[in-house]
């Protein structure tokens, strides 16, 4: 499929995980990609990752939570490019933080990165995306509308994601652009594969309780459904939350 044959595409969070699968799989549809990461060497990695197809792949370090990077991010997206048609924000952080250890600072990382950075990509992007065409896919989480112990942070930064998006949807539906947040569940990447992910001492039942029917997702996975909610197939979906969470809260 090419399904994004002649689109240009800005992607933030393209050195791992879930980005990196989702500028492959947009390239390999045809996209011209414009990747953003944190990580210049994980971006080396994804652009050397590239197939051979009809995409291709530029990259750009800058960190999401810094404002006057975001603005150059974005204005050399639409430069190299020659204009953004989609913005996918990936990017983001994951903290364990149980209640009585919890601090400002906590709050302050989880909301920059994955707040903060999500809306400025989204206030610059909308410079450039066109009318009737233009697509923003956020990334949320299942976290961001289901209960999980030790996870009171991240699933508040993730539900203002998802709260951002569905207000963002309602604000631009007069330009006919189109906005998805896409929420997975449990996904296999670098970022949840840290060993300080759950620390040892605490009580880990629950998420072997929760465990989805169909496993933890690999990237590739919810990669697939980012792409579909950027593509002409979901043409008709906007302001409407996709959970891919392998039935993990059914």
Same mark, same amino acid.
């Given at each position: ?6 689109? =240009?595409v800005? /992607?933030?969070?393209?050195?791992s995980?879930?980005g990196?699968?989702?500028?492959l799989?947009?390239? *390999?549809?045809?996209? #011209?990609?414009? %990747?953003?990461?944190?990580s ?9 990752s590239?197939?051979?197809g ?6 750009h370090v800058?960190?999401?939570c810094?404002e006057?990077?975001v603005?150059? #991010?974005?204005a050399?997206a ?6 953004i048609d989609? /913005? ?7 903290r364990t933080?149980?209640i009585?250890?919890l601090?400002?600072e ?5 909301f920059?990165?994955?707040?903060v950075?999500?809306?400025l990509?989204?206030?610059? *992007? ?10 923003i896919?956020?990334v949320?989480?299942? &976290?961001?509308t289901h209960g =999980?112990?030790?996870? &009171?942070a @991240? &699933? ?5 994601v998802l709260?951002?998006s569905l207000?963002?949807? &309602?604000e ?11 929420s997975? %569940?449990?996904?296999a990447?670098p /970022? ?5 992910? /759950?620390?040892s001492?605490l009580?880990?039942? @629950?998420?072997?309780?929760?465990r #989805?029917?169909?496993?933890a997702a ?26 891919a969470?392998? %039935?993990?809260?059914?």
């Open positions: 499929m090419n399904r994004f044959e002649g689109v =240009n800005l /992607l933030t969070g393209a050195a995980g879930i990196r699968a989702t500028a799989r947009l390239a *390999a549809e045809g996209a #011209a990609v414009f %990747g953003v990461d944190l210049g060497s994980g971006l080396r990695e994804t652009a050397d590239l197939p051979p009809p995409g291709r792949l530029h990259t800058a960190d999401v810094d006057s990077a603005v150059d #991010a974005v050399c639409a430069r190299e490019l020659g204009g989609v /913005l996918v924000n990936v990017a983001g952080v994951h933080t149980p009585d250890r601090t400002a906590d709050l302050r990382h989880l920059s990165v994955n707040v950075g999500t809306a990509f989204c206030r610059e *992007a909308l410079r450039h995306l066109p009318d009737g065409e233009g697509v896919v956020n949320a989480s299942s &976290s961001a =999980n112990p030790y996870m &009171s @991240y &699933s508040a930064s993730k539900g203002a709260a951002f207000c963002l949807a &309602s631009v539906a007069h330009r006919r652009i189109r906005v998805v947040p896409v997975p %569940g449990t996904v990447t /970022l949840t594969a840290r060993p300080d992910m /759950l620390p001492d009580d880990t039942s @629950y998420y072997q309780r929760i #989805a029917p169909f496993g690999g990237p590739e996975q919810i990669a697939g459904v980012i792409a579909f909610a950027a593509s002409p197939d979901a043409g008709y979906l906007t302001g409407a939350e996709i959970r969470d392998g %039935g993990s809260h059914i």
